[in-house]
């Protein structure tokens, strides 16, 4: 059994779900495919969310009315019989009137989730509707009687595993498996979800479930590519990825993988493939362990870094003072990414300021404190990336004219990363694409 999960370009006009409908049902190889909500859609709600806790309802629903319009629309393209239209109608009228009522209740965390999980819902009915319409017999599976997540946020990967064989079990003449990426149920049963990007985290999580032959990611773009497309013009596809450096990438802001999604599929050795929607025949990136090479593979860059400068007010000690950081950020669950010492300072990188006024509060008990603000990191990964040469002059000749704030190398032998203030990242990231990639 494979995976194949279509992210919200992919679904994102009626032809493209055509097309998607096409590539699944190519050949009869039994398959899971997860959905992303048609793009545009998530953003849309959490601007209603944000609208809600605002308290202005009336943007708010005129939101709402612009979204059902757009689903209305839709329909008109995607489907072409009448009875089948109206069947679409309907459902998409049953959720409009669900956001319409939690308009007038007082706006929780809870109902945002419930608001959030509309996209994805509506995107694998219509998907379905679709196929049922030209014939195509399948499954839809909803990811909520089976993806779940503790209290720590974690996938529960054992408890998802048996729900979902158990699922898949009732419907064994079936080959064609539909589900929604993105959300889940948390510890307390409420509905939630895998943050932003987190239909990626689905497929691979189903995919070590099942123990799938493939993780196929389908996207806009023809695989991981050496850096961010969105802001270098030069840049070109990598063929293949070990799974440490796919990791690294994700996690360091390369935005075609959900920071996460690694994890599952190479605890299970389960290969990922980023393949192209829009021009499926291309090699596209294949993500697995089997021929590691070294040396410079990508950029990619991950913005609303802070830095945290912590100076030891006693020297004495000083062997206890790294725990004590440490033990802040433990306390407030805010990982570090970055880490940098001297004798008697330490250098930390933290994406998340929920907790930041108390981590400096308690911080401040033992140590003096200076924030960075505005900061991006920009890892440039390889697997034994300093096997190759001169790597090290190379990037900093490439960079010589930018400000690095931080430099962090040596956590693994496939992560050079530096901190440098957010309005240089561009230019930082053209640079390095011509120091390193000669392009
Ligand atoms: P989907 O909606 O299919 O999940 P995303 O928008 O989340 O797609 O991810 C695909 C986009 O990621 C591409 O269109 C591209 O602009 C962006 N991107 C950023 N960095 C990279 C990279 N290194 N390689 C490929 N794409 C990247
Ligand atoms: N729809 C969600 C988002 O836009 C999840 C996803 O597309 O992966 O973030
Ligand atoms: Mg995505």
């Known amino acids: 059994m494979k995976v194949m999960k279509f992210g919200g370009t992919s679904v994102g006009k009626p032809e493209r779900m055509h097309q998607v409908a096409t590539l699944i049902s190519q050949n009869n190889q039994p398959k899971i495919i997860v959905l992303s909500a048609l793009s545009g859609t998530t953003n849309s709600l959490i601007e209603i969310c944000n609208l809600l806790e605002q308290g202005n309802r009336e943007t708010a629903k005129q939101k709402i009315d612009e979204l059902e319009i757009h689903y209305k629309n839709f329909i008109i393209d995607l489907l ?32 945002s989730k419930d608001i959030l999980a509309q996209g994805e819902l509506l995107s694998t009915k219509l998907f379905s509707t679709y196929l049922s319409e030209v014939g195509i017999h399948h499954t839809l599976l909803p990811a909520l009687e089976f993806m ?28 064609i498996f539909v589900t929604q ?5 948390n510890a307390k049963g409420e509905i939630d979800n895998l943050k932003r990007g987190g239909s990626d985290y689905t497929a691979s999580l189903i995919a070590a479930a099942i123990n799938a032959s493939v993780c196929e990611i389908w996207t806009d773009i023809d695989g991981l590519h050496n850096n961010d497309p969105r802001i270098v013009d030069k840049t070109y596809a990598i063929e293949q990825l070990s799974f440490d ?22 605890h299970f050795n389960i290969p990922v493939k980023l393949l192209n929607t829009m ?18 593979k990508a950029v990619a860059a991950k913005d609303g870094i802070i830095a945290i400068k912590v100076k030891s007010s006693r020297m004495l000690l000083a062997y206890g003072f790294l725990k004590r950081i440490f033990e802040v950020f433990e306390k407030y669950k805010t990982s570090i990414d970055m880490v940098t010492t001297s004798e008697v300072a330490v250098s930390v990188t933290i994406d998340n300021n929920t907790h930041l006024k108390k981590i400096i509060l308690e911080l401040s008990e033992f140590s003096s404190v200076e924030l960075v603000f505005e900061q991006t990191i920009i890892s440039i990964v390889g ?24 430099v962090s190398y040596g956590g693994s032998g496939h992560n050079i990363s530096l901190l440098v203030p957010r309005n240089l990242k561009n230019q930082t990231l053209k640079a390095l694409n011509t120091g390193l990639f000669d392009l």
Not at 83 to 97: G, L, R, T
């Open 148 to 175: 779940t997540i503790d209290n720590n946020e974690e996938p529960q990967i054992g408890s998802i595993k048996v729900k979902l064989t158990q699922l898949l079990q009732q419907h064994s003449n079936c080959t």
């Open 245 to 266: 450096e796919a990791a690294e990438l994700a996690y360091f802001g390369a935005k075609i993988l959900h920071p996460a999604c690694i994890w599952p599929a190479q």
């Open 383 to 406: 697997n034994e990336i300093n096997a190759q040469n001169e790597i090290m002059p190379k990037i900093f000749s490439a960079i010589s004219q930018i400000p690095v704030t931080m």
């Open 279 to 296: 021009q499926p025949s291309a090699f596209g990136t294949l993500i697995n362990d089997n021929k590691p090479t070294k040396g410079v």
């Open 181 to 185: 990426g993105y959300i889940c149920r």
């Open 80 to 111: 072409s019989k009448e009875e089948y239209q109206a069947k679409a109608y309907e459902f998409i009228s049953e959720h409009f009137d669900f956001l319409n009522i939690i308009l007038k209740i007082s706006f929780s965390e809870a109902l």
